[in-house]
């Protein structure tokens, strides 16, 4: 019986795998495993053409689209990167990628390998095809847990169920920093560390940063502040219309009524009262740090001090210039000495403990608030030059996961790819630190000249190169506006000129030449100047 056509090609066809299967086991593996990288070659080679050319064809038509994403849509792979459902999506696709791979590694080799092997070489190649699909499966557990913390990161930003009466509202169908060319975040520490009844704000900083340029001020306040102003328009005003303190009391220190106790007081008596809000009392010193320095606050970013640490160490640590020796501990109302200090010197690595102490340590400093200010600062611009792309990426996992257990804060996740790229600014702009000058312009925290503070906050913005005053500034117009909004310095709520029975302490409103620039020559304004190393105690 003579054999039909489809019999003669089905036996060429075998006969032609046959011969390809006559090369050694080491060729036959050698393809299987580079394969993996081309997904279909393989099955080319074994002479499954179609089946190779549908594979390998979908697997260019993926390499294509993804080089293209790459290269000319990267706003999109951020966007996506930055999008919690999205990231679901990307996490099902590189699981879905990693099952295939092994399937197709797997597959290949049965169909390469020699039909007859010794037992040695099949052991060998099944070892090796073991090892190589463990590689891709740890792989893709690595890539996933990188996105599943990712996607934990995205969460811990404002969604849009989040509530806040203090953010600006920003439209959506025109340029995010047209509408807010100088951005203003207010930087929280909080502190509820043992024998505390609730979080305190032992650091309290604004970073103003030009969104053009990415050129950032910093400016830090005293924890023990007095009579914290409110605008005007605030129903926190009509309760403490000459700021937070009770003149009941009179002059005197009122620690209930400090800068660091309001994100805990206020809340806890008037809660509510700015309105629904996922955070109270970050709301309140929004609020009130925008009237004290004539800015309007649009975010807040607020940091754990207590895990302040893990975010360090993430980051593989910190260098920073130690001037004087920094306390590790102590206490200086209980009179308890300090463990340990940081030793001065240049150019000193801490880890995440060291830094927060570096931060931190105030037993027995001198002018122990202002220096501790001035550390923070140095802090952050230690913790931005860190912070490379390369760095980042290496320690992405431990960041993250650091991030996500540590940080709250009201920026909206949608606002997230515009800050990637206003990061990259800030890391190749200035940093610069507005002096306050406390001697000049708040000699006590009971009565604190706030009106001095604005005047410098203006003049220094302004000389950096924003448009408008300090204060119009910070809202960009009626684009960015706010539901809370911070009004003009002059008509701010202003602290009581008299407290009574007492004199008037309060300095003149009107900084002196050198305050006014937003610091003296001696401190200078630029940080790597006030951070460098100049051995000797703080003044």
Known sequence: MTPSRAQRAARGTRARRARTRRRS????????????????????????????????GITFAVYGAAAYVALRKRDVVVAWGLDANRLLWIIGGLITVGVVSVIVLVTSYKMLRPITLVPTSRLFGSLVIGVVCFALAVSTASGTQK???????????????????????????????????????????????????????????????????????????????????FPADSPLHQKFPTGFWDPKLGDIEQPEFYLDAMYRNIPKKYPGILGPSDNEGADVLKVSVGAALGLNIHYYVQINLAGFAQVVDALGGITVNINYPVPVGGNDDKNIPPSRYLQPGPNQPLNGTDALWFARGRYNVPTADLARQARQRCTFKAIVERATPQNVLANYESIAKAGEQLIRTDVPQNLLKHLVTLGQRVKTGKLANIDLNKQKNFPNGRNPNYAGMRAIVAQAVNSAGSAGSAGSAGSAGSAGSRKTTTVPPSTAAQPSSKPPGKPSTKPSAKPSAESSTGSSAKDGGDLTSACAYNPGPPK
């Open 147 to 229: 996105l599943l913390a990712q996607r934990e990161l995205v969460r811990v930003f404002a969604g849009d169920g989040a509530k806040s009466q203090t953010r600006p509202t920003i439209a959506a169908n025109k340029d995010v920093w047209q509408q807010l060319p100088r951005l203003n975040l207010l930087l929280l520490g909080a502190d509820d560390g043992e024998g505390r009844d609730g979080a305190r704000t032992d650091s309290v900083m604004v970073a103003s940063i030009d969104t053009k340029t990415g050129n950032t001020s910093l400016i830090s306040l005293t924890r023990n502040f007095m009579r914290m102003p």
């Open 25 to 56: 086991a080491i060729t036959a593996l050698a393809i299987a495993v580079i394969g993996v990288l081309v997904p279909g070659t393989a099955y080319l080679a074994a002479r499954r053409t179609r089946l190779g050319a549908v594979v390998t």
